[in-house]
């Protein structure tokens, strides 16, 4: 049996703004709890069980910097047309994106508090049979996630410079991109995983052993409680919420569970190893193998599936009609649900009415005031057909012991991952209806023009017809930009790995190499894939490093030989790490919608598809120390109007590692039971600068240039009594 809590608290000085002024404070509590019982029956039957349980309760980001000023007393509207403070013990300066200048300040607009409970009880059943080790089990899993979620209660602006070309020079002038509110029920979510495998390892003969076996997978998507949530399927009228637009639907609609997506029973991964040590006779043959059981030769295959992330659930939340959340578009920025461009009334939207508990198909609900809550944006969607991610893993090593201090290791690693889950946008902006609508020929005279971040305006075309907004027909003027969650996404890896080991008296050593590359067309379910075509946004993995190179080291002098080995002579060790690796990739966007496609707020992360152009050849590197600059950006312009830019989204890394740790060590035996550490530690000993992230904005003013680096050199010296 094992019991362990921990309480903590936390003083957050950025918490979400990076200037200093707007700080959070967060508390928490871990509970863990495990009970095992191991029984042996007999010399060669084996059974052991567990339950075991956790528990997370932690709130995040409540703010305390910036705080304490209302938002009529900085000059906002807070009635009619303005923002109405949800939230008025946290009033105080707004968040402000500054998306160019990559600069956000303000009181934290999304405090949380989350509390997680997860139960696992399994069973493994093992036991020896002649030349075979039969091995079987179960595994359950029960999830629970409760998150109170205050998102942007008191109101969010987004600067782009789609004004006058500089994020801050808008802010100035009090033109903001975007203006973001949102209000949400707590979301009670809920999973579960049941699995159950049969495995044999099997040594056929005393220098070839065989592993197989088979794992049965089931896993739940995530559901909700209550049933709050909701997806998107194109040309579905909802019976839980018949007022609801077509396409946006609930658990009990039809063909909705309350998972969303269904539960698949039929997900079975096979696995096969085989290790083998060959033993050949004499001559060259014998000096490339060595002595029996100096070399092993080893490979497996497999096939695992894993489960959906419960963070979806977390993006879900809040959506209509269990809460609201508003993006608007060229906002006035005093009153933000009027329109900066025409002076239109968007009309308020807050606070928001929540509907009961026990809506379903048998007691719908018709009492939303659905006006008020469309047209619906920034609403990400669970995809009613996803399935199962799942991994091929593959490996083949060969292991080669030299002498008796020392072993090598060549291996080949890969996988092959499917169905990862991944944001799509579900309604994009069709790029040719607005460029038919750009010139002021097209439309009504005095009427607005089609351009950037104009996907969900209204244009009177030159033939009298009205355009409501330029997305997909098929949803109408009711939906803005709204996500999938969706299992589209695919990677794969392969690398080349080489490890050396040796062991002797006074020296170890170990150190290993991977030459790899790691591709995919979204780095997490964050990242956003081409709508129309996800294998179009496969590029290098926001991970992948080409070369790592990493050795760790201890040395002990042989001090100890002087003057008969003394205390001052005795205990001293040299020890350290040594990194050299390729930088991760740079990451290329554009946050301008010149592609005309709206994607900006389909997801959690707030960058669209777009991304800029590329003349082509190599992309110049050079020493970022004197001046900043990484890349030689002039080979880079904004993408098209109208189209998406011809530029990878990763294709070539930044800077790279290059770093020394070290620590002498001296012990000091005082008694028999006692004994006093001295360390000197230096971690980058020798100060070579390690560098943050490029810029990668083609709209930033530091596009190519790298702003910030790691700690520069540190040392410490201690003493350590241990008794």
């Known amino acids: 049996m094992y019991y362990l809590f921990d309480n903590y608290t936390l003083s957050n000085p950025y918490p979400n703004a990076n200037v200093p002024g707007y700080d959070a404070a967060g508390t928490g509590r871990t509970q863990v709890l495990n009970l095992g019982l191991t029984k042996n029956f007999g010399s060669s039957t084996v059974n052991e069980a567990r339950v075991q349980g956790t528990r997370y309760n932690n709130g995040f980001n409540q703010p305390k910097g910036g705080t304490g000023h209302t938002l009529d007393s900085l000059g906002f509207t807070t009635s009619g047309n303005g923002i109405i403070p949800l939230a008025p013990a946290i009033e105080g300066v707004p968040e402000l994106d500054f998306n160019q200048m990559n600069m956000i300040l303000g009181v934290p607009s999304r405090p949380n508090r989350l509390i997680e409970n997860n139960l696992e009880v399994l069973d493994n059943f093992s036991k020896i049979i002649g030349t075979h080790t039969v091995k079987f089990g179960g595994d359950f899993h029960y ?233 619906i944006g920034s609403s990400p969607g669970f995809y009613y057909k996803n399935r199962l991610p799942y991994s091929e893993n593959y490996e083949l090593s060969i292991q080669r012991q030299l002498r008796s201090t020392d072993l090598v290791t060549v291996s080949y690693v890969g996988t092959q991952a499917h169905r990862l889950l991944v944001t799509q946008e579900s309604n994009p902006g069709n790029p040719a209806l607005c460029l038919s609508l750009s010139q002021p020929s097209d439309v009504l005279k005095d009427t607005p023009t089609c351009g950037p971040n104009g996907e969900n305006n209204t244009y009177f075309a030159a033939n009298g017809q009205v355009i409501q907004g330029t997305r997909l027909p098929i949803f109408g003027p009711l939906f803005q930009s709204n996500g999938w969650f969706i299992t589209s996404g ?49 590029a290098l993995s926001a991970f992948d490093a080409t070369h790592n190179f990493v050795v760790s080291y201890n040395y002990v002098p042989p001090l100890d030989k002087i003057g008969g080995g003394n205390r001052l002579t005795r205990g001293w060790a040299l020890s350290g790490i040594t990194r050299f690796a390729t930088g991760l990739p740079v990451t290329l966007i554009e946050t301008d919608d010149n592609s005309l496609l709206g994607t900006q707020f389909t997801g959690p992360i707030p960058l669209g598809i777009d991304l800029p152009n590329y003349a082509g050849g190599s992309v110049h590197i050079s020493d970022p120390r004197k001046s900043g600059v990484y890349f030689d950006n002039s080979g880079f312009s904004s993408e098209p109007i109208g189209q998406l830019g011809n530029a990878r989204r990763r294709s070539f890394h930044g800077p790279g590692i290059n770093n020394w740790d070290l620590a002498l060590l001296k012990d000091t035996k005082l008694t028999e039971s006692m004994n006093l550490q001295f360390r000197a530690e230096f971690f980058d000993v020798f100060n070579h600068a390690q560098f943050n992230a490029v810029d990668g904005n083609v709209n930033s003013p530091t596009f190519g240039k790298i702003k910030t680096a790691l700690q520069p050199r540190i040392g410490q010296i201690s003493m350590r009594l241990n008794f």
């Open 490 to 538: 695919q990677s794969g890896y392969n690398s080349l790995q080489l490890n050396y080991r040796h062991t002797s008296g006074r020296l170890q050593v170990l150190a290993g190499y991977t030459y790899s590359k790691s591709l995919d067309n979204a780095s997490g379910y964050g990242e956003q894939v081409n709508p129309f075509n996800p294998k179009a946004s496969i």
């Open 143 to 375: 999830n629970q996630l409760v998150e109170q979620l205050d998102n942007v209660l008191n109101g969010n602006f987004v600067f782009n410079g789609t004004e006058t070309g500089i994020d801050f020079a808008d802010f100035l002038i009090g033109a903001p991109t975007n203006y973001v509110q949102g209000q949400a029920e707590p979301s009670n979510g809920r999973s579960r995983y049941f699995g159950l495998y049969a495995q044999d390892s099997w040594r056929a003969r005393s220098n070839l052993t065989m592993n197989y076996g088979v794992r049965w997978d089931v896993s739940t998507p995530w559901w909700e409680q209550h049933n709050q949530i909701e997806t998107i399927v194109p040309g579905l009228q909802s019976i839980v919420f018949p007022g609801s637009p077509r396409g946006w639907v609930f658990p009990g609609d039809p063909g909705i569970p309350s998972t969303l997506a269904p539960t698949r029973y039929n997900k079975f991964g096979p696995r096969l190893g085989v290790a083998y040590s060959p033993s050949v006779g004499e001559g060259f043959l014998r000096k490339l193998v060595g002595e029996p059981g100096q070399l092993s030769i080893r490979a497996g295959y497999g096939v695992f599936f894993t489960a959906l992330e419960g963070s979806t659930n977390f993006n879900e939340i809040g959506d209509s009609p269990f809460g609201f959340f508003y993006v608007g578009t060229n906002p006035s920025f005093t009153s933000p649900f009027l329109n900066r461009s025409d002076g239109s009334q968007v009309g308020q939207k807050f606070p928001v009415q929540f509907p009961p508990l026990n809506v379903g198909p048998n007691n719908p609900d018709n009492n939303v005031a659905w006006g008020n809550l469309t047209p």
